[in-house]
T-cell receptor, first 116, second 111 residues
Framework: DVKVTQSSRYLVKRTGEKVFLECVQDMDHENMFWYRQDPGLGLRLIYFSYDVKMKEKGDIPEGYSVSREKKERFSLILESASTNQTSMYLC???????????????FGPGTRLLVL | QKEVEQDPGPLSVPEGAIVSLNCTYSNSAFQYFMWYRQYSRKGPELLMYTYSSGNKEDGRFTAQVDKSSKYISLFIRDSQPSDSATYLCAMRNTGGFKTIFGAGTRLFVKA
């Protein structure tokens, strides 16, 4: 059974704190993604990685950074948490494919982050 | 204007009803069209996808794509309480990495 796990289901942090969200996949997937999900806005891509140490900005990278030192692990870092970063954060992974087919994205259960 | 528009609902139907969920989009380059289902407190999971125009059926679910109108639909026949979830449409270009998601429609099927 495919598995994407996220380090925390719920997190409460203070404004200005540095926050680390961890994601691990056990499917040997090349691609990994970080999204945030907000009511009425759907899933918005923050960053994705197509290989170890490789990353690309998504639609809303400001205030975030990522790290991928190992193939199975993709970390999202909030450098200085702000209240507008309160959200549900979802990690996903997919195989590389050819870009000419739908490579299913497998999602983790999400981390609900509250920044006070 | 958002690239993908989806009515957030909620949509409430009685058990056994036919459900129609829809999305419109603006980017004519989209070729892959997907529907994800997300249960409460879970991540989304791929339900089905189609390539370009046409229909695809999988059990009680039918996905339709009308590229001329930039309109996609998901039909659920004989809806069940277990179908209660948020349904997100998603789409992408050929050769691209980025998938664009709709906001999701929350569906309640009442027993």
């Amino acid at each position: 059974d495919v598995k994407v796990t996220q380090s925390s289901r719920y997190l409460v942090k203070r404004t200005g704190e540095k926050v680390f969200l961890e994601c691990v996949q056990d499917m040997d997937h090349e691609n990994m993604f970080w999204y945030r999900q907000d009511p009425g806005l759907g899933l918005r891509l923050i960053y994705f990685s197509y290989d170890v140490k490789m990353k690309e900005k998504g639609d809303i990278p400001e205030g975030y950074s990522v790290s991928r030192e190992k193939k199975e692990r993709f970390s999202l870092i909030l450098e200085s948490a702000s209240t507008n970063q309160t959200s549900m954060y979802l990690c996903a992974s997919s195989s590389a494919g050819s870009g000419r087919s739908v490579e299913t994205q497998y999602f983790g259960p999400g981390t609900r982050l509250l920044v006070l | 204007q958002k690239e993908v528009e989806q009515d957030p609902g909620p949509l409430s139907v009685p058990e056994g009803a036919i459900v129609s969920l829809n999305c419109t989009y603006s980017n004519s380059a989209f070729q892959y069209f997907m529907w994800y289902r997300q249960y409460s407190r879970k991540g989304p999971e791929l339900l089905m996808y189609t390539y370009s125009s046409g229909n695809k059926e999988d059990g009680r679910f039918t996905a339709q794509v009308d590229k001329s109108s930039k309109y996609i639909s998901l039909f659920i026949r004989d809806s069940q309480p277990s179908d209660s979830a948020t349904y997100l449409c998603a789409m992408r270009n050929t050769g691209g990495f980025k998938t664009i998601f709709g906001a999701g429609t929350r569906l309640f099927v009442k027993a």
